[in-house]
C-alpha cells in the first residue's frame, strides 16, 4: 500500500470517527464538514485509483 493510500485511508477513517461525534453532539456544522471532506476524499481515492471500503460500524 502506497503512501497516498494509507494518508487517505486515515483521513477517512479519522473523519469518519468525527462525523459521528458530531451527530452524537448534535453539531450540524461540524457534521457538514466532515461530509464534505469525506466526499472529496473519496473522489481522490477515485481518481487514483485507490479502492475505499465502506465505513466501519462500530
Not at 485509483?49 to 462500530?58: K, V
Request: charged letters at 40%; a negative charge; aromatic letters at 4%.
Amino acid at each position: 500500500m502506497g503512501e497516498l493510500s494509507r494518508t487517505i485511508r486515515q483521513r477517512l477513517d479519522d473523519a469518519y470517527e468525527s462525523l459521528r461525534h458530531a451527530h452524537a453532539d448534535g453539531d450540524i456544522y461540524l457534521a457538514d464538514i466532515r461530509q464534505e471532506e469525506i466526499k472529496e476524499l473519496r473522489r481522490i481515492a477515485a481518481n487514483h485509483d485507490i479502492g475505499i471500503e465502506p465505513p466501519r460500524c462500530d
